[in-house]
Every structure is written in C-alpha cells, then in structure tokens.
C-alpha cells in the first residue's frame, strides 16, 4: 500500500487489541503498517491470543511491551486498563472473536483487552473474524448489530477460504483495508465527494427465458459495489442498482435490486436524475429473449432456437443526456481491447472507460482483484493487477479530477 493513501495516522496512538484467532498472524502485518504510518501502538493481547502470535513479534512490531495481564508477574506493576482507555485515539481490535464482541456486548470485563475497552473513551473498531457459520449466527449478527448502535465501528470481513476448509464470508479483513479504515476514522479533513450523489450499476442482469430459465453472465457485483463503497466512504451519496449478487449492500449506499436490463434501465435511469454522474460496472445483457414462455419449455428431440432482441443501452440513454454530469464506463474485453473501449468511450460519451481483458490473468469476473486501464481522450494509464477495493479507489480518484 502506498504510504501517502494512510494520511492521519502520524503520532495518533492506537490501542490495538489482539484476541484468539487464527488470524492473528495478520495482526502483525496490521501493526506493522500503522507504526510506519506513524502511530503509537500499544499492543493489547487476550491470554489465548498469545498461542497464535507471540508476545515477542507484536512487541517488536509495536515498539512497546504487550499487555495481556492485569499486573505484571514479575514485579507487580499494575497495568492500568483506564490509563490505556485514556491514552489511546483509537482502539482497534483485529481480529475480534465472536467471543470478544458477545463480551463486549455483555460488559464482561475478564481480561485486560474488555477492561480497555470498557474505558475506552476514542472511536473503537473490531476486525471481525471467524468461521462462515459463526459469523452469520443471529447471536452474532445480534451482537454486531448492538456494537454498531452503540458507536463501535466494524471493518467487515471479506469472503473467501477459510482456516476450517469451508469458504464464506467471515475471514478478517486484509490488514491494508482495517489500516485504511482507521486512517478514515481519524480523518479530520471534509470527506472529497460530500454533497455529490453518484448512480453505480454492478452485477449481471438477468434474462428470462422460461420460469426456470435464463440468460446471463458471470458478474459477481465485487467491481461495482468497491466503486460504491468507496464512493461513500469519501462522503458520496449512492444509488447503487444491482443484479442479482450475493455481496452485502455496502454501509451506507442505498441499493436498488433489478434483475433485467430492462428494470436495470427504468432504475438507473431514474436514480441519474437527481445524481451529479454515474459509473457503469454491471455487465449488462445486450439481447434478451425476444418472448418469455409463461412455462417451461419441454425438451423434443431436435435443436431448439430461441429469438432473442436487442435490450436498451442504458450508458448511452445516460450518455446522451448527460448535461455536463460525470459518466465512466467499463469495457470487458477478449481481444482488439483498446480499439473497442475507445469507440465505447466516444460512442456512450464516456468521460472516461475502465478497460479489463479477459486475457489479463487475475482481471474481470468474481475474483477480490483486476487489473485495468484507465482511457479518456487525451491518453491511458495501465495499472497494475490490484485488488479490486484498490481499483475502486484509483478509479474514483480520476473520477474527482473530472469534477
Ligand atoms: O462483477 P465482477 O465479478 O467484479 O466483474 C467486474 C466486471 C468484469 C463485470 C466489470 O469490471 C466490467 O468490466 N463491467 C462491464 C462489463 C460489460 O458488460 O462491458 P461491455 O463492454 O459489454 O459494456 C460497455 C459499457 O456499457 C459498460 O459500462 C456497461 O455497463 C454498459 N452497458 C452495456 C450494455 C447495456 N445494455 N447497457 C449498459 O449500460
């Protein structure tokens, strides 16, 4: 991560709080990015947190002796929970445990970390992390859902394989994405896109040719809903109309579900009305069954040929009406890449086009990164393979060059 994007971190003192996880070990890496952003970090470590990272690595990380007693052994020295509460500008506990946060709902105040945080009086944030099942437990979506109320700040886990084999959703966050959320937190600076109301489309349409049938494409949703996280994350207000996806609406961004082009049209449409521009992620179905069978169609013995019609370009409907407002595109592409997204770019009146290949590896469809080229009308700009929050970030970056 480039150092300058971890603006506000210089001489804020962070309590980092440190539980029973396996992903533990990332804690360091997380440690070791804020205090070379600058921070003052304290360790604070729960007593089953020290079998999975040593006491000796996160000291050293850290710079500071690590807390995990209420006294220390040796000489007795009392280990003031209060003054660590006091001290700290933030407190930020990554990993959280489903344990940790039941605890911290309940008040239960049985090690060094709950004590802290009960006398934190600066933003606190947990990391969670834990198996898919655990996560997705009401008791903890319960639980979550009372720290949020209560002001405590979660950096949502991201999906992906997990230390029990299984893949889902509830591995911590990359330690990048929790530095950068602190980062934000701490931000005393008037948020970039505050004021400005921004349309995304993400995901895949869906079009139906039977009851049980359809055609459509492999779109997760992951490109469009980075772009809409980030662009409320810099205090944007966004619509974000989606296809059909498993992601979680972003914090913060207000989502509209369509499943067709069709209603991906009508939704987008509306929603550009009121907005200051639009990105234009989701992967959008160019023809759609020209007659949906009201039930399903029965198999004979030979070919079965199904008309299909040309759907509404909704890029070039908001091109073509853009009145000065902000439109970025996307071109998904297997070959001849910039000769294609260039003509999109002039035909939909693009300000400027997102180019990925299918060629590139680790870029397009599903996976957490892509790799992109920036087009507008003066020239490109490669990036490298990123993951996809960070593409998000460049993109929105250019994006507030145009405004
Ligand atoms: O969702 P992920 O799994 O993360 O994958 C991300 C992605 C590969 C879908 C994304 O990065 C991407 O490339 N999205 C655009 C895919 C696409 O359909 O490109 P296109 O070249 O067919 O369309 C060009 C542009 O016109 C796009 O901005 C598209 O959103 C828009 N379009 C296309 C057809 C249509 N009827 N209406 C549109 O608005």
Same mark, same amino acid.
């Given at each position: 991560?480039?150092?300058?994007?971890?603006?506000?971190?210089?001489?804020?003192?962070?309590?980092?709080?440190?539980?029973?996880?396996?992903?533990?070990?990332?804690?360091?890496?997380?440690?070791?990015?804020?205090?070379?952003?600058?921070?003052?970090?304290?360790?604070?470590?729960?007593?089953?947190?020290?079998?999975?990272?040593?006491?000796?690595?996160?000291?050293?990380?850290?710079?500071?002796?690590?807390?995990?007693?209420?006294?220390?052994?040796?000489?007795?020295?009392?280990?003031?929970?209060?003054?660590?509460?006091?001290?700290?500008?933030?407190?930020?506990?990554?990993?959280?445990?489903?344990?940790?946060?039941?605890?911290?709902?309940?008040?239960?105040?049985?090690?060094?970390?709950?004590?802290?945080?009960?006398?934190?009086?600066?933003?606190?944030?947990?990391?969670?992390?834990?198996?898919?099942?655990?996560?997705?437990?009401?008791?903890?979506?319960?639980?979550?859902?009372?720290?949020?109320?209560?002001?405590?700040?979660?950096?949502?886990?991201?999906?992906?394989?997990?230390?029990?084999?299984?893949?889902?959703?509830?591995?911590?966050?990359?330690?990048?994405?929790?530095?950068?959320?602190?980062?934000?937190?701490?931000?005393?600076?008037?948020?970039?896109?505050?004021?400005?109301?921004?349309?995304?489309?993400?995901?895949?349409?869906?079009?139906?040719?039977?009851?049980?049938?359809?055609?459509?494409?492999?779109?997760?949703?992951?490109?469009?809903?980075?772009?809409?996280?980030?662009?409320?994350?810099?205090?944007?207000?966004?619509? +974000?109309? /989606?296809? &059909?996806? @498993?992601?979680?609406?972003? =914090? *913060?961004?207000?989502?509209?579900?369509? !499943?067709?082009?069709?209603?991906?049209?009508?939704?987008?449409?509306?929603?550009?009305?009121?907005?200051?521009?639009?990105?234009?992620?989701?992967?959008?179905?160019?023809?759609?069954?020209?007659?949906?069978?009201?039930?399903?169609?029965?198999?004979?013995?030979?070919?079965?040929?199904?008309?299909?019609?040309?759907?509404?370009?909704?890029?070039?409907?908001?091109?073509?009406?853009?009145?000065?407002?902000?439109?970025?595109?996307?071109?998904?592409?297997?070959?001849?890449?910039?000769?294609?997204?260039?003509?999109?770019?002039?035909?939909?009146?693009?300000?400027?086009?997102? +180019?990925? /290949?299918? &060629?590139? @590896?680790?870029?397009?469809? =599903? *996976?957490?990164?892509?790799?992109?080229? !920036?087009?507008?009308?003066?020239?490109?700009?490669?990036?490298?393979?990123?993951?996809?929050?960070?593409?998000?970030?460049?993109?929105?970056?250019?994006?507030?060059?145009?405004?």
């Amino acid at each position: 991560m480039a150092q300058k994007e971890l603006e506000n971190l210089g001489r804020r003192h962070i309590l980092l709080g440190v539980t029973g996880s396996i992903a533990a070990y990332k804690a360091a890496l997380l440690c070791r990015l804020l205090v070379t952003a600058g921070a003052e970090v304290k360790v604070v470590m729960t007593p089953l947190a020290k079998q999975f990272i040593t006491p000796l690595t996160m000291a050293t990380l850290s710079k500071n002796p690590i807390l995990v007693d209420f006294f220390n052994p040796e000489n007795g020295e009392w280990n003031s929970h209060v003054k660590l509460g006091v001290w700290a500008d933030c407190m930020l506990i990554a990993p959280a445990t489903a344990n940790t946060l039941a605890k911290m709902v309940s008040g239960i105040a049985d090690n060094l970390l709950l004590t802290s945080y009960l006398s934190a009086r600066c933003p606190v944030v947990v990391a969670p992390a834990m198996d898919l099942d655990m996560y997705a437990h009401p008791a903890t979506q319960q639980n979550l859902a009372t720290l949020l109320k209560r002001g405590v700040h979660v950096a949502e886990p991201g999906e992906g394989e997990l230390a029990s084999g299984l893949s889902g959703k509830g591995r911590m966050a990359e330690p990048e994405e929790i530095a950068r959320f602190v980062d934000d937190l701490l931000s005393e600076k008037k948020k970039s896109l505050e004021g400005k109301h921004f349309v995304v489309t993400a995901g895949a349409t869906i079009e139906p040719i039977d009851p049980v049938r359809f055609i459509s494409n492999h779109s997760s949703g992951k490109m469009g809903y980075a772009l809409a996280t980030e662009l409320a994350r810099r205090g944007a207000r966004v619509s +974000l109309v /989606s296809g &059909r996806t @498993a992601l979680e609406c972003p =914090r *913060g961004v207000d989502r509209i579900d369509v !499943l067709s082009a069709e209603e991906m049209y009508r939704a987008a449409v509306e929603a550009f009305a009121t907005a200051d521009g639009a990105i234009m992620c989701a992967a959008v179905a160019d023809y759609t069954p020209k007659q949906v069978a009201d039930r399903k169609l029965k198999k004979g013995d030979g070919e079965l040929n199904i008309e299909l019609k040309r759907t509404r370009d909704i890029a070039a409907e908001l091109g073509a009406h853009k009145n000065g407002r902000l439109l970025v595109g996307f071109a998904l592409e297997t070959h001849d890449e910039e000769l294609h997204a260039e003509a999109k770019l002039q035909k939909k009146n693009f300000d400027f086009i997102v +180019l990925n /290949s299918l &060629r590139d @590896a680790g870029a397009g469809f =599903r *996976g957490d990164t892509n790799k992109v080229s !920036l087009i507008d009308r003066t020239g490109r700009e490669d990036l490298p393979l990123m993951t996809k929050s960070e593409v998000a970030g460049r993109i929105i970056d250019k994006l507030e060059t145009f405004l």
